[in-house]
């Protein structure tokens, strides 16, 4: 159990943290490793050393000892280690001169240590339980995305939720937002002095020869006060000492940077634009997407703040990815049989923008028969009943008219997925441009019948396109082919509220839908729907988030289903719950998602604030903010 860091905020893999240190330190962080070893002026982590100088297996245990004698309980201890390149096989690592039995004794993984302590970690070593974890040989992996990718996530996998990872010998202001983005915590200002002393000058841009500059793209202190060329005609020695000022003084700027888009859950955003810098950052993203489970795992499903989709990273990045897959894996359609395609708005949500209001008017009263579906980029395919939520409601994205072509096979695939699954008698596309040709294809593909209410490159919300559209509707509601079965207005009401219930619980959703008893019905005006039974109220519909909140009455229905489902011990809670009082919770529960508390004096519903695994594994932590108790 870790007791001396806790995880505040989480963005994805990314979190802003603290150690419980004297003095308190905050992550991301960069150590300053000139402390690491300065046992007279420590700083919150020190460093015992290297176990390559030790000639009896007892000098570890003494040298810890004497350690926290100087520094007190409230500093951490990175244990004494054998540090080896990678490439070195874990077999081979033995130290010289010891036998196999002493080197047992004095390996990290068998020394204790009072007070917080950190260890060295390699990859697939047992990882204990620390405070601190210190990737082994990191600073070799720099420009292998691959292999630096596959270590991180061995470990990240395998240590304790609410400890930190250590990447010494790395740090750079151009990588430190895809380190933390990935789930390092801590760095250090190793690189930093190593550039100051080869004359390079760093910003989070890139890497800069001092000679090559003519002026500073920086207004810090040093910068402020010299040029490039006043700075190489010093002494080598103060002119180092200034660079290496700067250097820090630009990596720090950076991680501070990066732990307001944190705060904000927007680094991806940040990121996507950032990794450019090095062609192994942009690899780096690019292969942390494949690998969706872990990264899905982390990042919220719900947000209220902006999704910027700006790049062809966008289309992989898990918000995107997990709606294309909820809609194909949860999501059911209402009854109408004539499916109508439509292009996205600029205006979120969309049917409030000019042009879908130009397309509702001109559908009129036939708009009770057909099922609405947005094509989009990045999303995909928004159906109508989804479009408050996030990310639909949410993203932003360049518009310039001009699809690429893996826009075009990602929105498509979306599309043909859908059709493929949900038969429709008629499919109505009203669309031009790009969107026409993901209709054509898809078409084709799937041998449909697709009918075009507009030319390919004429204006959707002209008279002559709406005309079309309206009559093209009228005429196929005539037709005896189609189950004229219409939706009153109370029932189009009910139809986005279990899309979103659907698209919220998966199957689970259904109970709170019951075919026998009483009514279910939705009060209240778009968008603050609230469903209820009878006089019962079961859940409130969240604008912001375009989800749905339950009621103690609603999670007591759903409770059964363990879907959304946290059990706790024995206790009353108040206000939140904490990861020590949790002993079960369902794995799919991710950051932000409505859950359901059950212990066996209590019934409550909140919002989880970490995964249902980490819930499990973390012994630090507020794992779920409450709204509504009730004593069982």
């Known amino acids: 159990m870790t007791r001396y860091f806790e995880v505040e905020q989480r963005d994805g893999a990314a979190r802003i943290g603290k150690f419980l240190l004297s003095p308190e330190l905050r992550t991301p962080c960069i150590l300053h490793t000139a402390k690491l070893g300065n046992l007279e002026n420590p700083g919150p982590i020190v460093d015992a050393g290297s176990l390559w100088n030790v000639k009896e297996p007892g000098e570890p245990e003494a040298r810890i000892k004497e350690i926290r004698e100087k520094v007190g309980d409230e500093t951490l201890i990175i244990l004494p280690h054998q540090a080896y390149p990678p490439a070195v096989p874990y077999d081979a690592r033995r130290k010289p001169g010891i036998s196999a039995e002493g080197a047992a004794r004095t390996g990290d993984e068998e020394m204790k240590g009072e007070g917080p302590t950190g260890v060295l970690i390699r990859l697939g070593e047992a990882p204990g339980k620390r405070d601190l974890y210190v990737m082994e040989g990191v600073g070799n992996l720099e420009n292998n995305a691959r292999k630096f990718l596959e270590t991180v996530l061995d470990l990240k996998t395998r240590i304790p939720p609410d400890s930190a990872l250590y990447a010494p010998n790395l740090a750079l202001p151009e990588n430190a937002a895809t380190l933390a983005y990935l789930g390092i915590d801590v760095l250090d200002d190793t690189r930093t002095e190593i550039a100051a002393y080869s004359d390079i000058y760093l910003t989070a841009a890139g890497r800069f020869h001092l000679d090559s500059l003519t002026e500073f793209p920086c207004r810090c202190k040093v910068c402020a006060s010299t040029t490039p060329k006043e700075l190489l005609a010093l002494p080598k020695t103060d002119r180092s000492r200034l660079l290496a000022a700067h250097n820090l003084d630009a990596l720090e700027a950076e991680l501070a940077l990066v732990r307001e888009k944190i705060r904000r859950g927007a680094l991806r955003d940040y990121l996507e634009g950032q990794c450019r810098v090095r062609p192994w950052l942009t690899a780096l993203l690019r292969l942390a997407d494949f690998e969706y489970a872990y990264l899905e795992e982390r990042v919220h499903t719900f947000r209220k703040n902006q999704l910027l989709a700006n790049s062809s990273e966008s289309l992989s990045r898990v918000e995107v990815v997990r709606f294309a897959r909820r809609i194909q894996e949860r999501y059911?359609?209402?009854?109408?049989?004539?499916?109508?395609?439509?292009?996205?708005?600029?205006?979120?949500?969309?049917?409030?923008?000019?042009?879908?209001?130009?397309?509702?008017?001109?559908?009129?009263?036939?708009?009770?028969?057909?099922?609405?579906?947005?094509?989009?980029?990045?999303?995909?395919?928004?159906?109508?009943?989804?479009?408050?939520?996030?990310?639909?409601?949410?993203?932003?994205?360049?518009?310039?008219?001009?699809?690429?072509?893996?826009?075009?096979?990602?929105?498509?695939?979306?599309?043909?997925?859908?059709?493929?699954?949900?038969?429709?008698?008629?499919?109505?596309?009203?669309?031009?441009?790009?969107?026409?040709?993901?209709?054509?294809?898809?078409?084709?593909?799937?041998?449909?019948?697709?009918?075009?209410?507009?030319?390919?490159?004429?204006?959707?919300?002209?008279?002559?396109?709406?005309?079309?559209?309206?009559?093209?509707?009228?005429?196929?509601?005539?037709?005896?082919?189609?189950?004229?079965?219409?939706?009153?207005?109370?029932?189009?009401?009910?139809?986005?509220?279990?899309?979103?219930?659907?698209?919220?619980?998966?199957?689970?959703?259904?109970?709170?839908?019951?075919?026998?008893?009483?009514?279910?019905?939705?009060?209240?005006?778009?968008?603050?729907?609230?469903?209820?039974?009878?006089?019962k109220q079961l859940a409130t519909l969240i604008p912001q988030y375009g989800i749905m909140a339950l009621s103690l009455e609603g999670a007591q229905l759903m409770v059964n289903s363990g879907k959304s489902v946290v059990q706790i011990d024995d206790f009353i809670p108040r206000g939140s719950i904490l990861a020590p009082g949790v002993v079960r919770a369902d794995p799919e529960i991710r950051p932000n998602d409505e859950v359901i508390v059950l212990g066996e004096r209590a019934l409550c519903v909140g919002r989880a604030l970490m995964s249902g695994p980490e819930m499990e594994k973390a012994s630090r932590g507020i794992a779920i903010a409450l709204r509504h108790v009730k004593k069982l």
Do not use: M
């Not at 038969?423 to 593909?445: D, F, L, S």
């Not at 029932?491 to 899309?499: C, F, Q, V």
């Open 332 to 535: 059911n359609p209402p009854g109408p049989e004539i499916l109508l395609l439509l292009p996205c708005a600029a205006k979120k949500p969309y049917s409030i923008s000019q042009s879908h209001q130009k397309f509702i008017h001109a559908l009129g009263k036939s708009r009770k028969f057909v099922h609405e579906l947005i094509i989009t980029s990045p999303l995909g395919i928004v159906p109508r009943e989804l479009e408050l939520t996030y990310p639909a409601a949410h993203y932003d994205t360049a518009v310039t008219g001009h699809w690429d072509e893996e826009e075009k096979a990602w929105v498509s695939g979306c599309l043909e997925t859908y059709l493929s699954k949900h038969r429709y008698t008629a499919v109505v596309a009203h669309v031009g441009g790009a969107y026409r040709e993901i209709c054509e294809r898809t078409a084709e593909k799937l041998g449909l019948e697709i009918t075009y209410t507009a030319g390919a490159e004429e204006s959707l919300t002209s008279p002559a396109a709406l005309k079309n559209l309206k009559n093209t509707v009228e005429t196929l509601c005539s037709s005896e082919d189609i189950n004229r079965k219409s939706r009153n207005s109370e029932e189009r009401k009910l139809d986005l509220i279990k899309g979103i219930v659907n698209y919220q619980f998966g199957e689970a959703a259904g109970l709170l839908f019951p075919e026998k008893g009483e009514k279910v019905q939705v009060k209240g005006r778009f968008p603050k729907h609230q469903l209820f039974i009878g006089k």
